[in-house]
């Protein structure tokens, strides 16, 4: 009993730490690490986006999960197990069939992690009482967001500054952004000569001087070929491997399918005419962001077979200032006294000056992914050893006394019919397919909102803006939200605050037609009403994760969980998919006036639950 009393600051943020980074690794690492090795930007949306299919389909063995070993044997084995995979990824960057190699080295964590989420979700619900669930549901979800933050940014940056110390002095391009006329004629650049007395060390070469963009934007078709024209140069000099794909590629969309011909355009016509908003045609003017370019050489020839890669990134500014050409250029000794054009482009939406600095990095790309992924491998080993020691003992983590095949396969089959069989199971389910229908076709549309111009109904925010007023306050109100969520439900119980918790979800989404109506320029109104929505939302959806686990409650509680997480990717898939068009229908001033209407059905579904009044709350005897 003396590991029940464990504080539980001792291993839910080190188990939500580990629940989190395997998953972004998978999901957003993996991405990054391919495009700095050169794989087609085809290759890389192929094949990395199935790697969310076991995140997808886990319900289907999370019965194992519950019936062989226990959830701390399986927590403790999972990550271990990660461990090897990050070092078997780390081993294989440098071999000459890395993507093959890494890729399945990826899918063996993809299912690793989902195990792992099974066996971590379920082991809380075993180890904390009712009471610290509630409590603590803030905290599990802010590390699970730390994980996602550690992974996006340290150990990208961990990756850049192994590369910048093992190649050739960094490249730095300043990037200036002025208002000023709008260019009528398009010339490419020259590189800077070699500087007499040169050391023969090797390093890159560009123009003086910062790199000067205009305001005041170019013609689209201007654009268009100018583009082209970079393009084809760098192509026919071999600095843009085979496997890279035109950035001027125009899709072709002259053939409708069937879906679109005999449904989308039908019903969307007639919501069109009978909701959409009336506002007046805006004025195209077929203008795009200015573009300015920078033309880098070598300073001499590479070795014979040798090739410097050089991967071109921003380093610190304003991120409205973005590369669009030329991230990834290859030298050897046939080109690298020729210039190679890298592009940058200002947002349309920028009318004051503005600068950024971009560096482009040449060192051992391989080695310096390599030494990344050992680091996560140690630290899961760590984690592994950490929560072997830091782990409870809970008298209910233990596997089933059954053994045989066939009596697994009989209880495999009755988790997933106890299931459905529960109280209140029809109603727990369409809860948990709907509490998130508003919020689930909000998100999508909320950056697109603050990035479209305010003739098409948008705010007309700059990138840099967004990153700042979404990435940044919101995440704030995100995280505040979920942890005073969690201490207010650990107060007065689930059934007391899910009703507060839901109208502050739904009710918060009214900032967005307030918003959509004003189109307000004011920076200081829009971070406040992103705060309000990300806070409710944080604030709020602490009640839809307490239910789940209140519905998964018993004895197979594991394995309802992860059921439970299969409807609510479901709940929020589906609206999702059907959002951006119905956006396009409406216009983004009905549109968030529909989502409001949604916000009946949530309520509807909390209407009908019938929650233990005691749930969550803290009893008068515990001194935890």
Known sequence: MKNLKRSPWAWIPTLYLAEGLPYVAVMTISVILYKRMGVSNTDIALYTSWLYLPWVIKPFWSPFVDLLKTKRWWIVTMQLLLGAGFAGIAFTIP????????????????????????????????????????????????????????????????????????????????????????RTEFRLPETAAVPSGHSGELHFLTAPGPVTISTAGIPQDSL????????????????LTSGEQPGTAVRNVAEAGWWTIHVSEPLGGWIRRRFGERREAAVVSGFSGDIAVAAVSLSGCPEPGREVVLNTSMNRGDRSVSLVHGDRLTFDETNWNRPAYIVFQADP????????????????????????????????????????????????????????????????????VSFFKKPQAAAAIFFMLT?????????????????????????????????????????????????????????????????????????????????SFSQTSNLLAINACVFIEQFGYGFGFTAYMLYLMYYADG?????????CTGFMALGMMIPGMFAGWLQEQLGYNHFFVWVMLCSVVPVVAVSLLKIDPDYGRRKENDNG
């Open 95 to 182: 071999a000459p069939f890395f993507f093959q190699a890494t890729l399945a080295f990826f899918w063996l964590m993809a299912f690793s992690s989902a195990t792992h989420d099974i066996a971590a979700d379920g082991f809380y619900m075993l180890a904390l009482d009712t009471n610290r669930q509630a409590l603590y549901v803030g905290v599990r979800s802010t590390f699970y967001r730390v994980a996602t933050i550690m992974g996006q940014g340290l150990l990208i940056i961990l990756a850049g500054l192994i590369e910048s110390a093992t190649g050739t002095e960094p490249l730095r391009i300043d990037v200036k952004v002025q208002p000023g006329q709008s």
């Open 224 to 239: 268009k070929r100018w583009l082209q024209l970079v393009e084809a140069q760098n192509r026919a000099n071999g600095f």
């Open 349 to 416: 939406k920028l009318e004051q000056s503005s600068s950024a600095e971009y560096k482009g990095l040449s060192g051992n790309i391989p080695f310096a992914w390599s030494v990344t992924f050992f680091v996560l491998a140690g630290l899961f080993v760590l984690f592994g050893l950490w929560h072997r020691f830091a782990l409870p003992r809970p008298g209910s983590d233990r596997a089933s006394a059954r053994s045989t095949p066939r009596d697994i396969l009989r209880q495999f089959s009755a988790t997933f």
């Open 435 to 515: 509490f998130r229908f508003s919020e689930a076709q909000l998100l999508k549309l909320i950056n697109p909102f603050l990035l479209d111009p305010k003739e098409a109904g948008g705010l007309g925010l700059t990138t840099g803006e967004v990153g700042l007023v979404y990435g940044t306050i919101g995440i704030i109100g995100l995280t505040l939200g979920g942890i005073i969520g969690g201490v207010a439900a650990a107060r007065g119980g689930l059934k007391k605050w899910i009703w507060p918790m839901t109208f502050s979800m739904l009710l918060t989404c009214v900032t967005f037609v307030y918003l």
């Open 555 to 563: 004895p197979q509680k594991t394995a309802h969980y992860a059921i």
